[in-house]
């Protein structure tokens, strides 16, 4: 059983964390198939000499990889391929696995109309004209398998830029040219190349008596896919101030929410028929409408938050659960201003340009924590990919803030991904918040069109890097958007393969006519078939029902989780 995802362009930082979610998990097998920004990555035993140029002054970044083998080059237009799979281990398990990527390789090349590659003795690595006078590297292969399981794999040069390898010697091997499909005049694409490695890993499955399972991929655009007619060096990601799964800039990250036709055509890329979607005007399903309680409880939270000058996600992002929650004396807080500087087509929140941060923030929300007496707070936050850590100070100092005037109460996070910098989530982590709470939100396929501005691989990335530093993780799948139910469980099968402990899973509410349609009502018996196959997967609490949110019934989930993570110590 192999999961293969197709993740487009993924940060290489953001890809190692997966892996090492992946890997420490140990949940089954997987295949990520990737395309990295420009960096360059030393292994083990890399020499310092073979870096010929400072990384930034080409436009890469510079990575430290926990794999054999010297320095590399990924970058665009290079497949990169991360098999992390249960291995047997003994004296001949790691020469065996890599000759057994290589083949997979050396077919998929014949596919793909390169036949004749092969091995170079000494030199791992597929090569064209290995037998010839002049051996030219195609693909790099780099592996570590470690506790029975892999990590790393190969690099299959389809149409990458070919002078940034100049700026090193590659693999260590200064005698020996580095060549590509594209070179060898073989026109293919990423897409194409995808294809022809999924086959052939499918074909050497089956020879053993295996199969190929759930492959997913992100969806493709022109903008997304399109190579570039001469390629040449990027800045690093992390000077960018917003990048999508693709690391294409979003169309509407600040000015407002995208056009219609624009919205559309994320969705017809990513093979939804808005035609067919629910009318904004239909009458929605009985189990989706909701009383308005205005009683006494609700009244007086709106009163503390109205006098603290306090947001809170529950009316910014027009929660239907609000009137239930706020009689309970549970809201969730929102931090950072309450203008984002991203435009989900979901999210009613405000996407004008963000103002100042207030350093009064964090003990104005502790004070209504204190006032309200809460045994469990819910802080989130717009996303400010205008700030230097994505606002993730300001997450710190509300926890130590909350902490510090109520040490009994539980504190649960729900924070953006802060663009994957480690620096920023190190801050978040180490404030040691009781739920790291992290939304995926959707399907790998309906990504782009439903969060241009994140990434699929970065969520989980974010999430497999909490879980690393031991924080109970949390996170959330929005339904009716246009998923499959196979792929909804795959989404889920993910979060479980990287430690997510709570999972929450409702239906998609339209909140304007500029917004994504609703593709679909789930029914409540439905959720709960849903539910029912992510208990089996192994979360601590699962909440799905028609109008479950990411902090829907957030104390009764944690406490599931301090139960059950009691219960494993003892």
């Known amino acids: 059983m192999l999961r293969v995802r197709w993740l487009g362009r993924v940060r290489y930082q953001d ?29 083990v035993r890399a020499r310092p000499e073979h870096l010929l140029r400072e990384p930034a002054s080409v436009g890469a970044e510079l990575a430290r990889a926990d794999r054999g083998g010297d320095v ?30 290589e083949q997979v390789v050396i077919d998929a090349l014949a596919r793909l109309g390169l036949p004749g590659c092969g091995r170079l003795e000494g030199y791992p690595g597929v090569w064209v004209a290995a037998d010839g006078p002049s051996p030219r590297k195609i693909c790099a292969i ?4 470690a506790r029975g399981r892999t990590m790393h794999g190969f690099a299959l040069n389809v149409h990458p830029d070919l002078s940034m390898f100049g700026h090193i010697v590659p693999c260590g091997i200064a005698d020996k ?23 052939e890993v499918g074909a050497l499955l089956r020879r053993r008596g295996e199969a190929v399972v759930d492959v997913e991929r992100q969806d493709e655009t022109p903008a997304a896919t399109a190579d570039p007619p001469t390629p040449t060096p990027t800045p690093p990601p992390t000077i960018t101030t917003t990048a999508s799964a693709m690391d294409v800039p979003a169309p509407a990250a600040v000015a407002g929410r995208p056009a219609g036709r624009a919205l559309e055509r994320r969705l017809a890329a990513a093979g939804v028929d808005a035609g067919s979607a629910v009318a904004l005007g239909e009458r929605k399903p009985s189990w989706m409408r909701v009383q308005a309680r205005m009683g006494s409880e609700y009244l007086s939270l709106r009163s503390t ?14 929660c239907p659960n609000i009137y239930e929650c706020w009689a309970d004396g549970t809201a969730t807080f929102m931090i950072n201003g309450e203008r984002c500087t991203r435009a989900c087509g979901f999210c009613l929140v405000d996407t004008r340009r963000p103002e100042p941060l207030d350093p009064g923030e964090p003990e104005r929300v502790a004070d209504a924590v204190a006032r309200m007496g809460l045994a469990h707070a819910v802080v989130t936050a717009v996303a400010r990919d205008d700030l230097p850590d994505g606002g993730a ?89 246009g998923e499959r139910e196979d792929e909804l469980l795959g989404a889920l099968e993910d979060l479980a393969a990287v430690g997510v402990d709570i999972v929450t899973i409702g239906q998609y509410l339209r909140p304007t006519a500029a917004h994504l349609p609703v593709a679909r009502w789930w029914t409540p018996a439905e959720l709960e078939d849903v539910a029912g196959a992510a208990r089996s997967m192994g979360f601590v609490h699962v909440e799905a029902s028609p109008l479950a949110r990411s902090s829907y019934h957030a104390r009764r989930a944690a406490a599931a989780g301090r139960e059950r993570a009691g219960a494993a110590s003892a």
């Open 15 to 43: 890809a190692l964390a997966l892996q090492h979610g992946l890997h420490r998990r140990g949940r089954g097998d997987h295949l990520l198939l990737v395309e990295h920004p420009h960096v360059y990555t030393t292994g």
């Open 393 to 481: 100070g300001a997450f710190a100092a509300t926890i130590a803030a909350i902490r510090d005037r109520r040490p009994a109460t539980a504190v649960e996070v729900l924070i953006p991904d802060c663009k994957g910098d480690p620096g920023a989530l190190r801050t978040v982590f180490d404030a040691r918040p009781d739920v790291l709470n992290h939304n995926l939100e959707t399907v790998l396929r309906l990504q782009r069109a439903a969060r241009p501005s994140a990434a699929y691989a970065r969520s989980l990335a974010v999430l497999a890097r909490a879980k690393a530093a031991g924080l109970t993780t949390k996170s959330g799948v929005i339904c009716g958007m």
């Open 72 to 101: 590399t080059y990924h970058g665009p237009g290079q497949l990169v391929g991360y098999p992390v799979l249960d291995w047997p281990t003994g004296p001949s398990s790691v020469p065996g696995y890599v000759h057994a990527l």
């Open 142 to 145: 780099g592996v570590r398998v």
């Open 177 to 199: 040219a580095v060549t590509s499909l594209r070179a060898e005049g073989v026109a293919a694409t990423l897409a194409e190349a995808v294809d022809a490695v999924v086959a």
């Open 305 to 318: 938050m109205r006098s603290l000058q306090l947001t809170t996600v529950c009316e910014e992002a027009g």
